[in-house]
Each structure stands twice: as structure tokens, then as C-alpha cells.
């Protein structure tokens, strides 16, 4: 009996510690998808959050989709708190997936670490937050997210992982990337460029940071109509937290290729006869990157390709001189995007991540100042290229 | 007597032991201080485990001198009837620390991502219940316990882990001593309050796990497998962020599988591994209550134990929720302590163990 009672009072005090279950259901919350900043008027920044609609049971299927606000504000922790009373709304960043910043927000040192440090510690965003940089303001760019085939924000960034993996024309940066970036001496960051279809190409030069002007596609420019107005292509190079300059997508693929991240793509090649050739090009494996400091810091990279030329179906050469003209044409182009990086002062070619192999401690890494010696490295980069005579058959076929 | 002892297999100890040296291992980690010059945190917990295994050795040697069946026995031996209380009283106090660190963290990761617009005091009552039965009831639920949640709670770490493969960077490892011997030593020292606290429970409980022997065998097997995992973890992690950044986050377990470069297939991975991490945190906290209590009623001559491991065991719960407050006397204090506690851990037992050996060598 007595332990009949003392079940009962201990059932009785568990039942008191609901101090949980609250009334606040899932739509008290209004869950930042994604977040856009711009440089505002009368305050510092604008702060634009696609909200995620939340469906219930009494309303409508049309109620489905995203809800786009934005605010004046000096910061995200004030636009979070702005936005929360007005709407009313608990704003949430548990959910994040994408955070939009307007190129002119970039071109201030310390500025990308103003809008981002804080917040994304205080706030909970997830360090897997995909980085954008756009052209366009940052709020027509999540406005031209939405279309009529409601693509929500997962599919999109899942798809654009999807494109980076096909084609190598676009980088994908997340914070943690961005923040190893911009509070280490390690490498320098690359953002992929976005911007509204119509407005981005009036927005950039013609040409990119390494001169490339032949079938040089950056942010939005692409010749593509959809109702979906955002599109993206290209790289914003950053030296810390500040914009350097841009990349489109051909010296984005070659840069993927250096660093090791690129896995296929299509290429557009001029063999020194002045013929052009589109090569489809497939890492065979990781590139092997032989690093040493003194006296000079140097790097030999060798990037085993597998190449198979599309078109024209049969170049009137031998194997071996295509098989050369596909490795000069990278080479080239991989010396030139190397020197303009070290012109810009960025190394977005990510040397460093072997330059501090070199080191015993962080106190020897930190004091060597890496930033200051960069731009007088040297690289030899060699292209291992093996050509396919057929990309879909084995070889038994 | 009513020391709700009983008697555990050695699976049960292991079992025990392996998920406190993992839970304190990853969620007593001051981040700040290991990860503020560099990335040797894996080495740094590598040399605590065998360091913190090398000492209860020398304990163990001092039991088996003195014949004495647990620790408790050993202070009152060495000490004698007067000062063995105020020596349990100190290893107490260490292990309410040890006990209440993992929780912290816990409670921080539950209040700031789960229960968001709840306060923490209410999150934390839920702990009290499981803590005050695990330690009230005694070793054999204690040891139970752990043995029924062991696999589980040792595959979540590792599932958490193998989601977060395509974030790990063999780069974010170097320089690959961290800040150099140095650092790496004195932050050893000091970690060895992440694995102590496990060992010495078993010796504690030395007469529930058959002796010293027993004891040291399972304290070896649980600091070898345990300080593996650890440092399996802590490796992993660093190749997941870099230094600088790992300094900034108090939880990254918590945090690894939102750092890859997609998360939205395992959104949900984060929360649903947490239970089952907070399940070793619980363990742990209600094993460390029993154990403190047990000393200090063994070297006091308590009959009962009760009072005194409910006593504990709110009192850990009542340190981890005081923890999130906003209190700035306890958090200096625990600023002060937690460079200290490692001796204050260690300090008493291996004393005792010296003076035990050479008292017996004078009776000898």
C-alpha cells in the first residue's frame, strides 16, 4: 500500500513538471527559410526573410509557399525582433538553408563580418547555410525564387548541389566555409553570384577578374527565359570578408579542379591549330598537390582528367594531339587564373590548406602571416589527361 | 546497512564506465581553452585517458596493499576515522562537478534548440526524476541501465559521425600538435577530470563490482574503449571546423551534422541523436550522484545512503540548471574551479593510495 501511494504522488509531481507542453503550436512560428541583405537608406542594412507559409487544417492549399518581409535595420538581431512584433511572429532560423547578400554589401572590409559574426551564434543558423552573393538587390533575388512550380528552398539548394556536381560552374560556400575563410589566414572564399535574369547582366562587366570574355556567363546573365527569375552562374572572389573580383563559370570549373572539389563538366577548348573543341571532362581522382615553403613557397599539382571530346565528333588530329591541345588549353588557363588570384591578392586556389602542413604549431602557422607571402608562390600545374573514345560503353562493348 | 549496493557484472561496470568517460569526454569540454590554440584536442584526450588510467592503477595498487574492497575503506585506512570524511567530502565535491558539466551542456543544446521558447528552468525539471531514481535506486539499476542503452548510445555518436562525412577536411587538422607540447600538456592534465571521475566510480563501488581487481580491469577496458571513442570524436570534429571556429561553439557534437554541405536530408538527425547522448548524460550524472554518495557515506559512517544520494543528485541537477542561469558568483566560481578539479579529483584518492602503501610497508 505504501508503495502503492508513493507510485501515485511521484506520477502526481511528474504530471506537475509540464512545463513544457505549452499551447505554442508549429504556427506561432515563422520559420526564415532564407535571408537577403541589402544596404539600406536611412539605416545600415535591409534585412529580407522568406518566410515558409505553414499549412493548417482550416485553411486554404493556396496558403501554401513563402511570405517575403523585409525591414530597415542596423542589424539581423534587431531585423529577427522588428519583424517578430509586427507580423506577429516567433521568427525562427532552425530552418535556414540560404542567406542572399547584395554585392555592394561586399566591397566594405569588415562588413560581411558585421552582418553574419553575431548572429548566426546568438540566432542558431545552421553552419550549413548555403552563401549567395547577388547582383540584383538581394530582395528581388528571393523574390524571383518563387515560381509557379513552388520549389521550396531545400529542392532548390539541393539542386544547385546537384548542377555544381554536373558542370563545375558554380562553387558552393556555406558559413562554414565562409567563417573559416574570414577568421583564418587558411584560403579565401569563393561565393557563387546570383541576381534577377533581366537586371544582372546591366550590373557586371563584361569580362571576368582573369580577362576571360569567350562564353563568360556570370551571375544571371545566362540566355535563359523561365518564370523563375533567379539564375546563377560564376563566383564573387573574396580577400577576408571583401569582394576581389569575379570569376565566370569556365575559371570557376578550373579552380574546382585545382582545389579537388570538381567531379565533371563540359569545357569549351581552342587547340593551338585555333580549332574549338568541346571536351566533356571527368576527375579520374583527387589531384595530388606537392607543397614545399622554402625558399620560395611552390606547388606542383597534377589533376588526372578523363576527357572525351563531344564535338566535333572527329577531329581531324591524332589522339596524342588532342590529348596535348586539351592539357596546353588548361594549363594556360590554370597559369592565368593562378595570377590573377595572386594579382588580387586571394587565395581562393586554397594553397594554404597545404602551406599549413608545413607547420609544427599554430603559434609558427599564425606568426608566418601566409596572406603576405602568397602572392609570390609559385605552381606548376600538370593535367593528366586520359581520352575516352566513348563515355556510355565499357570496355568489353 | 542500506547502501543499495548489490552486485553488477563486469558488463554492467564497462558499460558504466565507457558511457561516462564518452559522455564527460565530449560534453565536458571546455571548448574555449582547448580549441583557443590549435586543434589537438583528439591527442589532448588520448593522454588524458591514460593518464587518468595510470592513477587509479596507483589507487588500485594502494587498495590491494591495504585490502581494501573500495575507496571509501581506503580513506578511512589512510586517513583514519576523522579526516576521511572531509577527504570524501573534497572527491564528492569533484564529482557533483564531474556529474553536472555533461548536463550543462545538455540542458543548453535542449533550451536553445528544442525547447526554444521555453525556459530552461522548466527543461531542467525533467532531469530530476531521472537523475534522483537512477542514484536513489543504486549500482544495479545504475549498472542495468547503462548495460541496456550501451550499443545504442555508443552507435548514435558513431551514426552522428558517418552523416558527417562529406564535411570532414584532413587540412583543419594542422598544425597537428596544436600550439606545441606545451599547451598540449597542460591541457591533458587538465582534461583529466573528463575521464578520472568514471574510473574512480568503480573503486568507489569497488565491493558492488567484486573487488579491485574487477574494478581495475573494467577501468581499463572503459578508459582504453572509451578514450577511443573520444578521440575518434574529437578528431572527427576537428576535421569538421576549423580551430577558431570550434572555440565559438560550446556543443559541436550538436553542431556536426548541421555542418555539412547539405543538411536537409538529416534535419532532424541533430535532435533525434541528442536523446539518446542525453540519455548518457543522465546515466552518467545519476552514476557519479551514487558513487559521491556512497564515499561519503562509507568514509562517515552513514548506515543509510539514501538521504544523502538524493541529496547529490539534486544537488547536480540544481549545479546544471544553476549553469544557464544568469548568475555571475557561480560562474566564477566554476571559472576558478575548472582548471583546478582535476586535482581536486585526484589529489585525495592518490594520497590516500601513497599512504596506504607505505604504511604497509612500515607494518611490513
Known amino acids: 500500500m505504501k508503495r502503492f501511494f508513493a507510485c501515485l504522488l511521484a506520477l502526481g509531481l511528474l504530471l506537475t513538471c509540464a512545463g513544457c507542453l505549452q499551447t505554442d ?23 529580407s526573410l522568406l518566410l515558409q507559409k505553414t499549412k493548417t487544417d482550416s485553411e486554404s492549399q493556396n496558403n501554401s509557399g513563402f511570405l517575403l ?23 525562427n532560423f532552425a530552418r535556414t538553408a540560404l542567406i542572399v547578400i547584395n554585392l555592394s554589401l561586399l566591397t566594405e572590409a569588415g562588413m560581411l563580418e558585421e552582418l553574419l559574426d553575431v548572429p548566426v551564434s546568438r540566432l542558431r543558423i545552421r553552419y550549413n547555410t548555403m552563401v549567395l552573393s547577388s547582383v540584383t538587390p538581394a530582395y528581388d533575388t528571393l523574390e524571383g525564387l ?23 560552374l558554380l562553387p558552393l560556400t556555406n558559413l ?11 584560403y ?18 563584361t569580362r571576368d577578374s582573369v580577362g576571360t570574355h569567350e562564353y563568360a556567363y556570370i551571375g544571371g546573365s545566362l540566355l535563359v527565359e523561365s518564370s523563375m527569375k533567379t539564375s546563377l552562374a560564376g563566383a564573387v572572389l573574396l580577400r577576408g570578408g571583401r569582394m576581389a573580383g569575379f570569376l565566370d563559370g ?112 599554430t603559434e609558427g602557422w599564425e606568426a608566418y602571416r601566409w596572406k603576405t607571402v602568397y602572392p609570390a608562390m609559385r605552381a606548376q600545374f600538370d593535367f593528366d589527361v586520359t581520352l575516352l573514345h566513348s563515355l556510355n560503353e565499357s570496355e568489353l562493348e | 546497512m542500506n547502501l543499495r549496493q548489490g552486485r553488477i557484472g563486469n558488463q554492467e561496470a564497462v558499460a558504466m564506465a565507457f558511457l561516462s568517460c564518452i559522455a564527460c569526454g565530449v560534453f565536458s569540454t571546455n571548448t574555449k581553452l582547448t580549441y583557443a590554440a590549435g586543434n589537438g584536442s583528439y591527442l589532448v584526450s588520448a593522454f588524458s585517458a591514460t593518464l587518468s588510467l595510470l592513477l587509479v592503477t596507483v589507487v588500485a595498487e594502494g587498495m590491494r596493499r591495504a585490502r581494501c574492497k573500495n575507496l571509501a575503506q581506503l580513506y578511512r585506512y589512510a586517513f583514519g576515522p576523522v579526516l576521511s570524511a572531509p577527504a570524501a567530502f573534497i572527491t564528492l565535491i569533484a564529482l557533483i562537478y564531474a556529474a553536472a558539466m555533461p548536463l550543462v551542456r545538455l540542458l543548453m543544446i535542449m533550451n536553445h534548440y528544442i525547447y526554444i521558447l521555453d525556459n530552461v528552468q ?41 552523416i558527417a562525412i562529406p564535411a570532414y577536411a584532413p587540412y583543419r587538422l594542422y598544425p597537428l600538435l596544436g600550439n606545441g607540447l606545451a599547451s598540449t600538456a597542460r591541457l591533458s592534465l587538465m582534461g583529466i577530470n573528463r575521464f578520472f571521475p568514471a574510473l574512480i566510480g568503480l573503486f568507489i563501488c569497488g565491493a558492488g563490482v567484486h573487488g579491485v581487481n574487477s574494478s581495475l580491469r573494467c577501468a ?99 549545479v546544471a540548471l544553476m549553469g544557464q542561469l544568469n548568475l555571475s558568483a557561480f560562474h566564477a566560481a566554476v571559472s576558478f574551479l575548472q582548471d583546478k578539479v582535476w586535482a581536486l579529483l585526484v589529489l585525495p584518492p592518490l594520497l590516500a593510495a601513497v599512504l596506504a602503501m607505505l604504511k604497509k610497508r612500515g607494518a611490513a
Open chain 1, 25 to 47: 503550436s508549429p504556427e506561432h512560428f515563422g520559420y526564415a527559410l532564407a535571408i537577403g541583405f541589402d544596404r539600406g537608406e536611412t539605416m545600415p542594412y535591409v534585412v
Open chain 1, 69 to 91: 518581409v523585409k525591414s530597415e535595420c542596423r542589424s539581423l538581431l534587431e531585423a529577427a525582433e522588428l519583424l517578430s512584433a509586427s507580423l506577429p511572429l516567433e521568427i
Open chain 1, 146 to 168: 518563387s515560381n509557379e512550380l513552388d520549389p521550396s528552398i531545400g529542392r532548390i539548394c539541393a539542386n544547385l548541389e546537384s548542377y555544381r556536381d554536373r558542370t563545375g
Open chain 1, 176 to 186: 562554414t566555409g565562409l567563417f573559416e575563410a574570414m577568421r583564418g589566414e587558411l
Open chain 1, 188 to 205: 579565401d572564399a569563393m561565393i557563387p553570384l546570383c541576381g534577377v535574369t533581366n537586371e544582372a547582366p546591366k550590373a557586371l562587366p
Open chain 1, 250 to 361: 569556365q575559371n570557376v570549373q578550373l579552380a574546382m579542379m585545382i582545389m579537388g572539389d570538381y567531379r565533371q563538366g563540359r569545357r569549351r577548348i581552342v587547340t593551338p591549330s585555333g580549332m574549338e573543341l568541346t571536351v566533356f571532362l571527368r576527375a579520374d581522382k583527387r589531384p595530388r598537390t606537392r607543397f614545399t615553403l622554402s625558399p620560395i613557397p611552390s606547388a606542383a599539382v597534377t589533376i588526372p582528367l578523363v576527357a572525351y571530346v563531344e564535338a566535333p565528333g572527329n577531329p581531324d588530329s591524332t589522339e596524342q594531339e588532342t590529348i596535348r591541345a586539351i592539357q596546353t588549353a588548361l594549363k594556360n588557363d590554370a597559369d592565368n587564373l593562378l595570377a590573377c588570384c595572386k594579382r588580387l591578392g586571394c587565395d581562393t586556389l586554397r594553397f594554404g590548406t597545404h602551406a599549413v602542413k608545413c607547420f609544427r604549431s
Open chain 2, 122 to 162: 522548466n527543461v531542467a525539471l525533467y532531469l530530476i526524476p531521472c537523475v534522483l531514481t537512477l542514484a536513489w535506486m543504486g549500482l544495479e539499476i545504475i549498472g542495468r541501465t547503462a548495460r541496456l542503452f550501451f550499443v545504442v548510445i555508443v552507435l548514435s555518436f558513431f551514426v552522428a559521425l558517418i
Open chain 2, 220 to 318: 581499463s577496458i572503459a578508459a582504453f574503449g572509451g578514450g577511443l571513442v573520444v578521440v575518434v570524436i574529437q578528431l572527427l570534429l576537428g576535421m569538421t571546423f576549423p580551430y577558431y571556429i570550434l572555440s565559438d561553439i560550446p556543443a559541436p557534437l550538436y553542431r556536426l551534422t548541421m555542418a555539412l554541405p547539405s543538411g536537409s536530408m538529416f534535419l532532424r538527425a541533430d535532435k533525434v541523436l541528442l536523446f539518446f547522448w542525453l540519455l548518457s548524460g543522465l546515466v552518467t550524472a545519476g552514476y557519479f550522484a551514487y558513487s559521491g554518495a556512497l564515499l561519503f557515506s562509507g568514509a562517515s559512517n552513514m548506515r543509510d545512503i539514501r538521504p544523502a544520494s538524493a541529496a547529490v543528485a539534486l544537488t547536480v541537477c540544481s
